[in-house]
């Protein structure tokens, strides 16, 4: 199965590569407020079902663009271009995100940066790599001396008090605060050991799906902001590496409201 995303997600990578030569003649609409889609995010995303469904015709697919089809024990997460935005400004910071859940557990990961070339894998119990070669997470002790990534809100501004609080706690609390752009990339990162930790507010599973497993089989760590499983669902994360995730976790919960909690009313 893993072997098939990949491909996959080098066909996406293809179509990304080519669409990125010339981006004054994309078509691109705007879904919401700072949420935009283009005619590449479609046709990688089209190029990406294809090849799945080939492959596994009864798997149920869960995508940015085409939404939740099909109903299986088995169902692929996919982001055809986390970080659209960047990718419209000829910002280099963007990926191919697929992920497969297994009766609603991350089973297998793929996220590839055609920028760079570099692709990322992972499946339950067996390890995570980059470019074939066995990643892990930081070694770092503290938060003192982590680098944390994060994701700044952008669509919904709900939780932006909320998040400005965090922010400002953290910032004299880390070595650095990173905002690339790309979730999925910021996880693939933590997972590889070039940032110690990460937190951000409501994501997408797709966007989440196939980092959380990186970082899991990278020997991390990752919760929700109550420090539970519930992050897919809630799409509020925090990661790290090990001695990084708890003090990491401890730092923002003092700022979170009933929503962020997950507490009714």
């Known amino acids: 199965m893993l072997n098939i995303a990949v491909k996959a997600a080098r066909r996406a990578g293809v179509i990304i590569n080519r669409g990125s030569q010339d981006l004054g003649r994309l078509t691109v609409r ?3 407020e700072n949420d935009f889609v283009s005619e590449v995010d479609q046709q990688a ?14 798997h149920a697919i869960l995508a940015e663009e085409s939404g939740s089809v099909g109903d299986s024990e088995y169902q692929w997460v996919i982001d055809p271009l986390d970080g659209t935005t960047n990718f419209l400004h000829g910002f280099p910071q963007y990926a191919v995100s697929i ?4 009766k609603g557990q991350l089973s297998q990961a793929v996220i590839y940066d055609p920028v760079r070339n570099d692709l990322y894998t992972a499946s339950r119990g067996r390890g995570a790599f980059l470019n074939d070669r066995r990643i892990r ?9 982590a680098l944390i990534g994060t994701g700044f809100p952008y669509r919904d501004f709900t939780h932006l008090d909320a998040y400005t609080a965090m922010f400002r706690d953290l ?6 605060l990173r905002r690339p752009g790309s979730a999925a990339l910021d996880l693939a990162w933590l997972a590889a050991g070039h940032t110690d930790g990460f937190f951000e507010i409501g994501l997408n599973p797709w966007d989440i799906a196939a980092g959380c497993l990186l970082i899991q089989e990278a020997g991390g760590l990752v919760s929700d902001f109550v420090g539970g499983e519930d992050f ?6 925090v990661a790290g590496s090990p001695k990084v995730f708890v003090p990491l976790l401890q730092a923002i919960q003092p700022h979170l409201t009933p929503a962020l909690r997950g507490v009714e009313g």
Request: proline residues 2%.
């Open 30 to 32: 705007t879904k919401q």
């Open 171 to 176: 910032v004299q609390k880390c070595s650095g």
């Open 99 to 102: 992920a497969l859940l297994h």
């Open 137 to 145: 997470v930081s070694r770092r002790d503290k938060l003192a001396d």
């Open 45 to 58: 995303e089209q190029a990406i079902i294809e090849i799945l469904l080939e492959a596994f015709p009864h």
């Open 232 to 237: 897919l669902k809630s799409g509020n994360v």
